[in-house]
């Protein structure tokens, strides 16, 4: 677990009940073996393949990338839909992506 998740679950205060949807929420979200691998796999065989086949290779882990993404988003909307209004709020503003202008989103 990163020190991201672990700061988004202390500041969550969940409560007893709602640890076991934490726990399926951070197994769903993170990333997996297979995806790294696709991805290191992908990126070795780019250099060695003919343009056609780079573009279906790049075109089936933009696929699998796709189907692993509606996966996790189901795990956070099923994990988001279990927390309260004031919980919600801690969970949208500490899972924002940082700005581009390099500042803390703290």
């Avoid at 949807?21 to 995806?35: E, G, H, I, M, R």
């Amino acid at each position: 677990m990163t020190a991201d998740l672990i700061r988004l679950h202390d500041d969550l205060r969940l409560s007893d009940g709602q640890e076991a949807d934490w726990k399926a929420y951070t197994l769903a979200v993170a990333p997996s073996q297979d995806l790294l691998a696709r991805h290191r796999a992908t990126s070795e065989l780019l250099p060695l393949v003919p343009t056609p086949r780079r573009i279906a290779l790049i075109e089936a882990t933009m696929a699998q990338d796709n189907l692993d993404f509606k996966r996790q988003s189901a795990a956070v909307n099923a994990f988001y839909g279990k927390l309260t209004p004031d919980q919600q709020k801690v969970f949208d503003r500490e899972t924002l992506p940082p700005s581009d202008a390099g500042g803390d989103r703290r």
